[in-house]
């Protein structure tokens, strides 16, 4: 009777360590999903600025699947999206010349722990999920897609 309590009370350790460790894995790789659609958003908006000298707004939405996104992406299951376009005041400081429209995009996995921000100028973010949101992938879709990233937005990626 005492052997059969020892190896469960050792099996009760073990899922103690383990259970966390795979959480944090597998939190890891939802993440690494929106991650992935934040970098593929960046790429289409370039190819698409080149062949139009615009940028494409996606409204709010969900994945999987390429439905209202931006053109050459496809969404990952459970990744939540939305990507705003809106004007530029004045000159680009980098290239010199007015690019007429700015974009900026955010995404979150529904089951991830953080919020993926990028903007025309490259500058990929990252920041926590709200509290007060269901999930990172509602919370990505309610940002505010008027206007650049606000300063001490998130942290850069």
């Known amino acids: 009777m005492i052997e059969i309590l020892l190896v469960i009370a050792i099996l009760g350790i073990l899922l103690a360590i383990v259970i966390p460790a795979y959480n944090s894995y597998i939190n890891k790789a939802y993440n690494a999903s929106a991650i992935s659609y934040i970098q593929f958003i960046k790429t289409a908006e370039s190819n698409y600025w080149t062949g139009t000298q615009l940028f494409t707004a996606a409204p709010a939405g969900d994945g999987p699947g390429p439905t209202g996104i931006v053109p050459g992406t496809t969404v990952p299951a459970g990744v939540g999206y939305i990507v705003g376009v809106f004007p530029v005041l004045g000159v680009d400081a980098t290239t010199g010349y007015n690019t007429g429209t700015d ?55």
């Open 103 to 157: 974009y900026i995009a955010f995404t979150g996995h529904i089951s991830g722990s953080n919020v993926y921000s990028v903007d025309s100028s490259g500058k990929t973010q990252v920041r926590e999920k709200s509290a007060t949101a269901a999930n990172a992938a509602a919370d990505a879709k309610s940002e505010d897609i008027t206007q650049a990233v606000p300063a001490g937005w998130g942290r850069d990626l």
